[in-house]
């Protein structure tokens, strides 16, 4: 969101990014986290709410702290009017909510301005999730039961059952299950939706969701592929292509004596860290190749309000995995320099958990990546990634069972990486080319925000 309002800004609109206080702490401070970004963007101003006396009991509930977030956020509706009706009308131009603060698009509404939302994550995950509640609707048990059976989503290929997000699993009146509808069916409620992607790589999706069939019944409010919007992802889009050291990936001098395209990032973060039958954590595996690549990792995380602790290598990799693979690989065991990472010219692979900014940063510095999703939509993500559509990754078999193994990342690059190294460099030109003057995403938000000015202007009268 943050980055949305740096390129509004940008094109000469005033930005408040309103917050609310976190409803929990956290050994992570995220109010520190929040003064940094606050720091770092001296020209947004940032607004936060009253505290909501009426918070639920984190600590004390058995139901997910995210279930109580969503709910909170709809509480904070009435201090979200007193505060947008103490600006003056004409100044008022318009509401972004985030993708799970659509509640907030009633509060435009009222006011009689525009309502948009802002979706983080890409078309594919957007069109599924705006047919999902008509999937839903009056099924008498979760999707849980379907397994592996494939659904069908206009604009998307084929998604296992087992792939959705584990929450839409349940049974469709479960509560965690009917608030995640209910906060995302919303979004057909706003003006427009501005996606995080550029056309060339969802082409086909970007196409089905102006379809009337994505949302029945409803009309599906104009969707704008207006991406990426990371400003990593924009910036190393249009940095020179990789194949300088002059990034600060210089710091990790270990990748200097590698040749170009040698090296394979390795995302590890939020990894379980139990072993597998063999005694070696399924987050560890060597370099591909037997001493002509090496490998970068990081790992760390915490599962949501728990106390993150200090990594333990020695339970997580195999007896002797740092001394074997010194000079050839390394472990960081706080966050690496991902974007850095991306840039250099060793990186020739990304082994990710298909996060989707990570997806746009990879495609941008045309990285082709290796698919070993977790959770949450990273398995959405997996299947859109692989196929042929945007075809910017393989899938690496074991992940389901919590093991890959270094055979299966080698030979995923040896057989089949030179195909994939091609098509993820045409998806970099496809994005440069999006983000320039002229461009597909330039010329989409400039018909957005025309659109917009417009809509206000009626709404006004």
């Known amino acids: 969101m943050t980055e949305l309002a740096r390129v509004l800004l940008r094109r000469g609109l005033d930005v408040t990014m309103v917050l609310i206080e976190r409803p929990f702490g956290s050994s992570d401070s995220g109010a520190a986290a929040t003064r940094r970004v606050m720091a770092a963007n001296p020209a947004i101003t940032f607004h936060v709410l009253p505290p909501d006396p009426s918070s639920p009991d984190f600590a004390g509930s058995t139901k997910l702290p995210f279930f109580h977030t969503l709910q909170l956020l709809r509480r904070y509706n009435g201090e979200l009017g007193r505060f947008l009706r103490s600006i003056p009308r004409c100044r008022l131009h318009s509401v972004v909510t985030g993708m799970f603060s659509t509640y907030a698009a009633e509060v ?19 069109a599924v999730v705006a047919q999902l509640p008509a999937l839903l609707a009056g099924r008498q048990e979760g999707l849980k039961v379907l397994g592996d059976a494939p659904l069908e989503f206009l604009g998307v290929p084929p998604i296992p059952a087992s792939h959705m997000v584990k929450e839409l699993l349940k049974h469709p009146e479960e509560d965690m299950c009917n608030a995640m509808v209910d906060v995302l069916k919303r ?80 995302s590890a973060a939020r990894a379980r860290s139990r072993r597998s039958s063999s005694g070696r954590s399924p987050s560890a595996w060597r370099g591909p190749g037997t001493g002509s690549s090496g490998s970068c990792a990081r790992r760390p995380p915490k599962k949501f309000l728990e106390q993150r602790p200090k990594p333990d290598l020695a ?71 692989t196929d042929l559509d945007m075809g910017v990754a393989w899938e690496m078999e074991g992940y389901a069972a919590g093991r890959v193994g270094a055979d299966e990342v080698e030979a995923k690059l040896r057989l089949e990486g030179r195909e994939l190294r091609a098509r993820v460099a045409a998806r970099r030109e496809e994005a ?25 202007g009626q709404l006004g009268d």
């Open 108 to 126: 435009a509404v009222e006011l009689g301005v525009p309502a948009y939302a802002f979706f983080a994550s890409g078309a594919g995950i957007l």
């Open 187 to 266: 979004i057909a409620d706003t003006d427009g939706v501005l996606v995080n992607t550029f056309e060339a790589l969802e082409s086909r999706t970007v196409q089905a969701l102006k379809d009337p069939r994505c949302v029945p019944a409803r009309q599906c409010p104009r969707c704008t592929a207006s991406g990426p919007w990371s400003t990593t992802a924009r910036r190393i889009g249009r940095c020179r292509p990789r194949g300088g050291t002059s990034t600060s990936a210089c710091r990790l001098g270990w990748t200097r004596s590698w040749s170009a395209a040698s090296c394979t990032s390795a």
């Open 315 to 385: 339970a997580l990799l195999p007896a002797g995995f740092l001394e074997r693979t010194r000079g050839r690989g390394l472990v960081v065991t706080s966050w690496a320099p991902q974007v850095a990472v991306l840039c250099h010219r060793s990186t020739g692979a990304f082994v990710m958990h298909c996060g989707w900014n990570s997806v746009l940063e990879a495609v941008a510095a045309g990285v082709p990546m290796l698919c070993w999703p977790l959770y949450s939509e990273q398995m959405l993500n997996k299947v859109l990634m």
């Open 432 to 456: 440069v080319a999006a983000l320039e003057d002229g461009g597909t995403s330039q010329v989409a938000l400039a018909r957005f925000l025309a659109d917009a000015e417009k809509l206000r």
